[in-house]
């Protein structure tokens, strides 16, 4: 199922929240970068990929899904991990340690390690827009897919974007993580 052109006529009539403080801080970011996206506002929060998919009317396989990580380098170090899987894939923590050279493991970050690190809440964590620099692997299962959505720093909003954008974007590592 490929990504919609224009979100559902229930979706567009959802509030507007681009002038959130932490969407801004999106915007702002992928701007930099010439991305100008359209920010779509869910009725609902989508906490999760399936949430997020089933108000798209897509697959959850089409949502690169931001999950943060407590990354844990051989010298005790602990630094936080941005990881943008297909919302089809469970990210397997000892895989993605193996193959990124400098982390001895990974753990999942709470709550409060999230807002700490990124800026955003559980749920919000979009690709970009981090309070300070996050390194991101990106799943190189989204390149399946004309588009994919990500959240755009609100757990109502997310955008439209394709994983080479992702990738440029993010400064990421393309990784397969499931």
Request: aromatic share 4%; glycine share 6%; net charge negative.
């Amino acid at each position: 199922m490929t990504a919609p052109d224009l979100p559902t006529q229930e979706v567009s009539q959802t509030p507007d929240l681009t002038g959130h403080p932490a969407v801004r801080r999106v915007l702002e970011t992928l701007a930099v970068h010439h991305v100008v996206p359209q920010v779509v506002t869910l009725p609902d929060a989508a906490r999760t990929a399936a949430a997020a998919a089933a108000a798209l009317g897509i697959t959850p396989a089409e949502i690169a899904n931001s999950l943060i990580f407590r990354g844990h380098a051989p010298d005790g170090a602990v630094s936080p991990v941005l990881v943008l899987t297909s919302g089809a894939h469970k990210v397997d923590l000892v895989k993605v340690a193996e193959l990124v050279d400098d982390l001895d493991h990974l753990d999942r970050a709470d709550a409060d390690f999230a807002l700490a690190t990124t800026g955003f809440t559980i749920g919000g964590v979009a690709p970009v827009g981090h309070t300070a620099p996050v390194r991101t692997l990106v799943d190189v299962s989204l390149s399946r897919y004309r588009h994919v959505w990500a959240a755009a720093g609100h757990s109502h909003t997310v955008f439209r974007t394709t994983y080479e954008e992702l990738l440029r974007v993010t400064g990421g590592q393309a990784i397969e993580v499931a």
